[in-house]
């Protein structure tokens, strides 16, 4: 699978938009890209998942350009409950295959 | 209403002594997986199940066993826990196709005394 980097860590106050990015420099053609949240004991919860391009749920955006070697997180207007662990995935997701985390990136938003 | 169930929160157990936890699922999932998790770290994958056929993955400690009775259980063994193997246990579910997420449990937190 595809090893993914993420920034260890993310600062940021209430009502901005945070940007995490995720590099894959060997995502393979058939792989998708997955972000999950995790709250502290708590399990990771799927947040959103693209192919190429822009995908945008009522939660996030997730942007990918074209070479497919990285990814953006976008979380808009950020509050204090969305200080969490945030975790790219690259791969296949179901199918059998596996479902490997990498360090993921601690954002903390403050007031 | 929760999906994916693991049981119990918390356990307790003694060095040495074997311990099992469960997880269920409630919605007939084709893959289960189980992840160990350690303080501030990211979840490790131990191994999982798509039906019937287990997959583990390499470095997975002998230690830890699994079994998957039919589509909505799965259990992991631990058969000898060690003081190193106190971690909080993910169960995860997905239904086994392209471009479908996973669903996870809220996780056992084991203690080793």
């Known amino acids: 699978l595809a090893k993914t980097t993420q920034p260890i860590s993310m600062d940021s106050y209430e009502g901005q938009e945070v940007n995490i990015t995720c590099s894959h420099n060997?995502?393979?053609?058939?792989?998708?890209i997955t972000w999950y949240q995790q709250f502290p004991s708590q399990g990771p919860r799927f947040i959103i998942q693209?192919?190429?391009t822009k995908v945008t749920n009522e939660v996030a955006s997730l942007f990918i350009p074209a070479d497919r070697k990285s990814s953006t997180l976008s979380l808009p207007r950020v509050s204090l409950s969305d200080t969490a662990v945030y975790y790219c995935?690259?791969?296949?997701?179901?199918?059998?295959?596996?479902?490997?985390f990498g360090t993921g990136t601690q954002l903390k938003v403050e007031l | 209403d929760a999906m994916v169930i693991q049981n119990p929160r918390y356990q307790v157990t003694q060095f040495g002594k074997p311990v099992t936890l469960s997880c269920s699922q409630t919605?007939?999932?084709?893959?289960m997986y189980w992840y160990q998790q350690k303080s501030s770290q990211a979840p490790k994958l131990l191994f999982h199940?798509?039906?019937?056929?287990?997959?583990n993955e390499a470095d997975t400690p002998d230690n830890f066993q699994s079994r998957r009775p039919n589509t909505s259980f799965c259990f992991l063994d631990i058969r000898s826990p060690g003081l190193g193997d106190a971690a909080m246990y993910l169960c995860?579910?997905?239904?086994?196709?392209?471009?479908?997420?996973?669903?996870f449990g809220q996780g056992t937190r084991l203690t080793v005394v």
């Open positions: 693209g192919y190429k």
């Open positions: 060997n995502i393979a053609t058939n792989d998708y």
């Open positions: 995935l690259v791969g296949l997701t179901g199918g059998g295959n596996k479902l490997t």
């Open positions: 919605l007939n999932h084709n893959v």
């Open positions: 199940y798509y039906d019937k056929d287990f997959n």
């Open positions: 995860a579910t997905s239904i086994g196709t392209l471009n479908t997420e996973a669903f």
